[in-house]
T-cell receptor, first 114, second 115 residues
């Protein structure tokens, strides 16, 4: 079974600085998707960014980018120019080509210090 | 707003009781997923329905059941409730039941508190 591990329960960063959240996963499949979801205090799950495993180019969405290392099974999220509104729980998630269920990591709570 | 609606937003009940959580998917989406978010178990997949049929099961207890109706809304039934069932229950929907490009959109969740 696939597993997703986020080794940082909490992270903090100064406003306008850059922070990187770590995620590793375990799978024997070659085709899959990886995601980062943001969960603010409102509890809504918001998709931040996604990466297709067969694409070598790292995904980027404005201030959010990923470092996808397929061989190492690593998928980190970099947030540049951190803003107060970025404060939230961040979840890394995996979805295989076959099964549609999302497998989530335990989450990282990100605090932005003004 | 994802377009997925869930009712009720909050539910407080007692141990041993039964509750029903309701989800309406985005217009045009045929798949519905249920997830449970609890402090000790994190975010876990419970079950998936596609066009009225069960597609996949995760760590769903026997006391829990779900169904998807012809109008595509879904209900999650939780019975013989225990304290440990207190959690946030999310519904998500997606257009299809397969393919890499089948993004799931999450509803706002139902907060269940069992006293």
């Amino acid at each position: 079974a696939q597993t997703v591990t986020q080794s940082q329960p909490e992270m903090s960063v100064q406003e306008a600085e850059t922070v990187t959240l770590s995620c590793t996963y375990d799978t024997s499949e070659s085709d899959y998707y990886l995601f980062w979801y943001k969960q603010p205090p409102s509890r809504q799950m918001i998709l931040v960014i996604r990466q297709e495993a067969y694409k070598q180019q790292n995904a980027t969405e404005n201030r959010f980018s990923v470092n996808f290392q397929k061989a190492a099974k690593s998928f980190s999220l970099k947030i540049s120019d951190s803003q107060l509104g970025d404060a939230a729980m961040y979840f890394c998630a995996y979805r295989s080509k076959g099964a549609q269920k999302l497998v989530f990591g335990q989450g990282t709570r990100l605090t932005i210090n003004p | 707003d994802s377009g997925v609606t869930q009712t009720p937003k909050h539910l407080i009940t007692a141990t041993g009781q039964r509750v029903t959580l309701r989800c309406s998917p985005r217009s045009g989406d045929l798949s519905v997923y249920w997830y449970q978010q609890s402090l000790d178990q994190g975010l876990q997949f419970l079950i998936q329905y596609y066009n009225g049929e069960e597609r996949a099961k995760g760590n769903i207890l026997e006391r829990f059941s779900a169904q998807q109706f012809p109008d595509l809304h879904s209900e999650l039934n939780l019975s013989s409730l225990e304290l440990g069932d207190s959690a946030l229950y999310f519904c998500a929907s997606s257009p299809s039941d397969r393919g890499l490009d089948n993004e799931q959109f999450f509803g706002p969740g139902t907060r269940l508190t069992v006293l």
